[in-house]
């Protein structure tokens, strides 16, 4: 009965690959988003789809792309991986704001270190 | 732009004290502020949400309040506990062109010993 699910935990890989993070809700949220937190832990949003189209995209490289089939489901992939893009990577998602508005849920995260 | 900023940084205090985390925010056009709790390694635990037509929120011995026309939010801890010990996040639901953006504090990092 997981809300906000990232896949995979863990993930280390060599400069230079190619990897993707699927991250799925079951909350019946319009907006899906991607944050990163950094190694000073600082969060700052990356990403956001409302019903599978992208609204926000804070001047993230080329080299990550997001994509949504759905709106259950936002995945991020990225290419030529570098040694910065080590970090924390979180999902999660909202409701339109209104009658029955909780706030942001978040997955529990997808740690990807670069070597 | 919209900044957030948390005072202190750092908090330790012995268990059982009442205890205060400051937020402060720079654009008062926000949906609503959310505060977090994130243990080490571990992802981020809604605690409150305030909208903003509300001035505070209270869960157990957590009680939220927002000031929106002077940007700034308090989170106040009652009788802590060592397993209150975690890094404390406020965030603000920022009008974005439109959008919603969650825009986060650089958050409070609390310990409390027994």
């Known amino acids: 009965d997981t809300a906000v699910s990232q896949t995979p935990k863990y993930l280390v890989t060599q400069m230079g690959n190619d990897k993707s993070i699927k991250c799925e809700q079951n909350l019946g949220h319009d907006t899906m988003y991607w944050y990163k937190q950094d190694s000073k832990k600082f969060l700052k949003i990356m990403f956001s789809y409302n019903n599978k189209e992208l609204i926000i995209n804070e001047t993230v490289p080329n080299r990550f792309s997001p994509k949504s089939p759905d709106k259950a489901h936002l995945n991020l992939h990225i290419n030529s991986l570098e040694l910065g893009d080590s970090a924390v990577y979180f999902c999660?998602?909202?409701?339109?704001?209104?009658?029955?508005?909780?706030?942001?849920?978040f997955g529990s995260g997808t740690r990807l270190t670069v070597v | 732009k919209q900044e957030v900023t948390q005072i202190p940084a750092a908090l330790s205090v012995p268990e059982g004290e009442n205890l205060v985390l400051n937020c402060s925010f720079t654009d008062s056009a926000i949906y609503n502020l959310q505060w977090f709790r994130q243990d080490p390694g571990k992802g981020l635990t809604s605690l409150l949400l305030?909208?903003?037509?509300?001035r505070e929120q209270t869960s157990g011995r957590l009680n939220a309040s927002l000031d929106k026309s002077s940007g700034r939010s308090t989170l106040y801890i009652a009788a802590s506990q060592p397993g209150d010990s975690a890094t404390y996040l406020c965030?603000?639901?920022?009008?974005?062109?439109?959008?919603?953006?969650?825009?986060f504090g650089t958050g409070t990092r609390l310990l409390v010993s027994p």
């Open positions: 965030a603000v639901d920022h009008m974005n062109t439109g959008f919603q953006k969650l825009v």
């Open positions: 999660a998602s909202s409701q339109d704001p209104g009658v029955g508005y909780y706030g942001y849920t």
């Open positions: 305030i909208q903003s037509s509300q």
